[in-house]
């Protein structure tokens, strides 16, 4: 806690993560959400610190005007939760519509509404309630990112922003405040702000608080030799520059690096001249190399739905596969089949290259998210890391009979699995500095594999022979900005 008149911080609250701080309407307490890798706790904590209270977990917190109660909402589950902040009692309501994720709320000033935003498959949605549940409106809908909705100070309108890529505008619809629906369209009023997710106003509606956050990232190589806790590791600053890199793949023989930035290029894996091979309008997303080398599957949005494409390694002309919808992420067997992930980032589906036939991994898509799919040597068994409830970790999933094992709890992802199917390479995403397990697939002790002379890693990738890997490592520099009168209509 820093008073703004000066003086030295005071700490008031110490957690593993912190993810959220909501200030009470009074300003005698905060809302803090905290959470250990899957679990999380919401917890009430006085302004200069203390005794605090653990309550219900709610993401996207919210206070009432009053500050006796405060909202919430909880994934999967369409609803909105109300917490009694002196009994720690809970109420909620339903949400009609259809969406996959709730990603934020905010309560009116008034009291009797509350707005929040949704995101389905192919959109991002904007809604107002009533707290008893008896009214709901759509006020915006988009096919881009939203992020952080807010009443103004006299509830007649929404603040919110859009994303423009690299970019956001801040946009403002007008709210008939008895009714909570729209009053015309959104304006863009402030636009080109490099904002982060989330923005606050002050009471009299004439002040703006944001982050502006500038990230990058670049491509690094690492080289091992040796055994155990002896490997002589050895790093390599591949790319340079303030672009975003991501999605790096290594070549079936080793050789080279496709990766994306803003389109996709190769790269040889000790670094050197790089290559573009598509030249796209848009985002090409996780390329993946075929089997033989000769092409490269990714994700590029066609129509507003993103599709599967492949391109051919040398350059060319993309081709889409016409029938698939993807959310992000993508993978090519040891035989044929890509491996794609279904919006809604809840199952893989197994697309064939040649007839475009689809089939599911798993019969049952809504046990949670998955990411991260990597194939065993032999084709027959897939790792992903999976937020299967009620177990978040890395799982193995058996293509012959559909069995599902545990390996490892916790936010492991799955790298490659070793050359001979016993174990799976996987990155520990909590641990810093970086480090690269090694979970054996039939029982055993997990050991420690790598560990990388970085703070954090983005995405890895590794040579088919595991004697390189080549990794993501993100920049991010951010301050806060307070924009005075930053709407012209408010006086």
């Given at each position: 806690?820093?008073?703004?008149?000066?003086?030295?911080?005071?700490?008031?609250?110490?957690?593993?993560?912190?993810?959220?701080?909501?200030?009470?309407?009074?300003?005698?307490?905060?809302?803090?959400?905290?959470?250990?890798?899957?679990?999380?706790d919401?917890?009430?904590?006085?302004?200069?610190?203390?005794?605090?209270?653990?309550?219900?977990?709610?993401?996207?917190?919210?206070?009432?005007?009053?500050?006796?109660?405060?909202?919430?909402?909880?994934?999967?589950?369409?609803?909105?939760?109300?917490?009694?902040?002196?009994?720690?009692?809970?109420?909620?309501?339903s949400?009609?519509?259809?969406?996959?994720?709730?990603e934020?709320?905010?309560?009116?000033?008034?009291?009797?509404?509350?707005?929040?935003?949704?995101?389905?498959?192919?959109?991002?949605?904007?809604?107002?309630?009533?707290?008893?549940?008896?009214?709901q409106?759509?006020?915006?809908?988009?096919?881009?990112?939203?992020?952080?909705?807010?009443?103004?100070?006299?509830?007649?309108?929404?603040?919110?922003?859009?994303?423009?890529?690299?970019?956001?505008?801040?946009?403002?619809i007008?709210?008939?405040?008895?009714t909570?629906?729209?009053?015309?369209?959104?304006?863009?009023?402030?636009?080109?702000?490099?904002?982060?997710?989330?923005?606050?106003?002050?009471?009299?509606?004439?002040?703006?608080?944001?982050?502006?956050?500038q990230?990058?990232?670049?491509?690094?190589?690492?080289?091992?030799?040796?055994?155990?806790?002896?490997?002589?590791?050895?790093?390599?600053?591949?790319?340079?520059?303030?672009?975003?890199?991501?999605?790096?793949?290594?070549?079936?023989?080793?050789?080279?690096?496709?990766?994306?930035?803003?389109?996709?290029?190769?790269?040889?894996?000790?670094?050197?001249?790089?290559?573009?091979?598509?030249?796209?309008?848009?985002?090409?997303?996780?390329?993946?190399?075929?089997?033989?080398?000769?092409?490269?599957?990714?994700?590029?949005?066609?129509?507003?739905?993103?599709?599967?494409?492949?391109?051919?390694?040398?350059?060319?002309?993309?081709?889409?596969?016409?029938?698939?919808?993807?959310?992000?992420?993508?993978?090519?067997?040891?035989?044929?089949?890509?491996?794609?992930?279904?919006?809604?980032?809840?199952?893989?589906?197994?697309?064939?290259?040649?007839?475009?036939?689809?089939?599911p991994?798993?019969?049952?898509?809504?046990?949670?998210?998955?990411?991260?799919?990597?194939?065993?040597?032999?084709?027959?068994?897939?790792?992903?890391?999976?937020?299967?409830?009620?177990?978040?970790?890395?799982?193995?999933?058996?293509?012959?009979?559909?069995?599902?094992?545990?390996?490892?709890?916790?936010?492991?992802?799955?790298?490659?699995?070793?050359?001979?199917?016993?174990?799976?390479?996987?990155?520990?995403?909590?641990?810093?500095?970086?480090?690269?397990?090694?979970?054996?697939?039939?029982?055993?002790?997990?050991?420690?594999?790598?560990?990388?002379?970085f703070?954090?890693?983005?995405?890895?990738?590794?040579?088919p022979?595991?004697?390189?890997?080549?990794?993501?490592?993100?920049?991010?520099?951010?301050?806060?900005?307070?924009?005075?009168?930053?709407?012209?209509?408010?006086?």
């Amino acid at each position: 806690m820093q008073d703004l008149t000066g003086g030295q911080p005071l700490e008031i609250f110490k957690h593993k993560n912190i993810d959220d701080l909501q200030w009470s309407p009074d300003g005698s307490e905060l809302l803090i959400l905290a959470n250990n890798d899957s679990v999380g706790d919401t917890y009430l904590v006085p302004r200069l610190g203390g005794t605090s209270r653990k309550m219900m977990y709610l993401p996207f917190i919210s206070w009432s005007p009053d500050g006796s109660r405060f909202a919430g909402g909880f994934e999967p589950r369409k609803r909105i939760w109300f917490t009694n902040k002196s009994t720690g009692d809970t109420t909620s309501i339903s949400l009609n519509g259809s969406f996959t994720w709730l990603e934020d709320i905010d309560w009116s000033p008034a009291g009797n509404r509350l707005l929040y935003l949704t995101e389905g498959e192919k959109e991002a949605t904007i809604w107002t309630i009533t707290t008893d549940g008896t009214q709901q409106y759509k006020i915006v809908e988009d096919s881009v990112y939203l992020r952080s909705p807010r009443w103004s100070s006299k509830g007649d309108a929404v603040y919110y922003l859009r994303s423009l890529g690299q970019t956001m505008d801040l946009m403002k619809i007008k709210i008939d405040p008895g009714t909570g629906r729209a009053k015309g369209l959104p304006i863009a009023i402030q636009s080109g702000l490099q904002a982060g997710r989330v923005f606050t106003l002050s009471k009299d509606n004439k002040q703006l608080l944001y982050t502006r956050v500038q990230s990058y990232s670049n491509l690094w190589l690492a080289t091992y030799e040796g055994k155990g806790d002896t490997k002589a590791i050895k790093t390599k600053q591949l790319t340079t520059g303030t672009s975003l890199v991501s999605w790096q793949s290594i070549s079936p023989d080793g050789k080279k690096v496709v990766f994306n930035k803003g389109n996709l290029f190769i790269i040889p894996i000790e670094g050197g001249e790089m290559k573009q091979i598509t030249f796209l309008d848009s985002y090409a997303a996780s390329p993946v190399w075929s089997p033989d080398g000769k092409e490269i599957a990714f994700g590029f949005p066609q129509n507003g739905i993103l599709k599967a494409w492949r391109v051919s390694a040398d350059g060319g002309t993309p081709r889409p596969f016409e029938k698939s919808e993807l959310s992000t992420e993508l993978t090519w067997s040891p035989g044929s089949n890509i491996l794609y992930q279904r919006p809604g980032n809840r199952n893989f589906h197994f697309l064939n290259p040649k007839t475009e036939e689809e089939r599911p991994l798993v019969k049952n898509d809504s046990v949670g998210w998955m990411f991260n799919p990597r194939y065993s040597p032999d084709g027959k068994k897939v790792a992903v890391h999976w937020n299967r409830r009620p177990t978040r970790g890395l799982w193995v999933i058996s293509l012959q009979d559909s069995s599902q094992v545990l390996l490892h709890r916790g936010f492991i992802l799955p790298i490659r699995w070793s050359s001979n199917g016993k174990s799976v390479y996987a990155l520990n995403v909590s641990e810093k500095p970086s480090k690269i397990l090694m979970i054996p697939v039939s029982g055993g002790k997990t050991k420690t594999f790598l560990t990388l002379p970085f703070e954090k890693i983005g995405s890895v990738s590794m040579s088919p022979d595991g004697k390189k890997m080549v990794f993501t490592v993100p920049e991010t520099q951010s301050d806060a900005w307070l924009m005075e009168d930053f709407d012209p209509e408010v006086k």
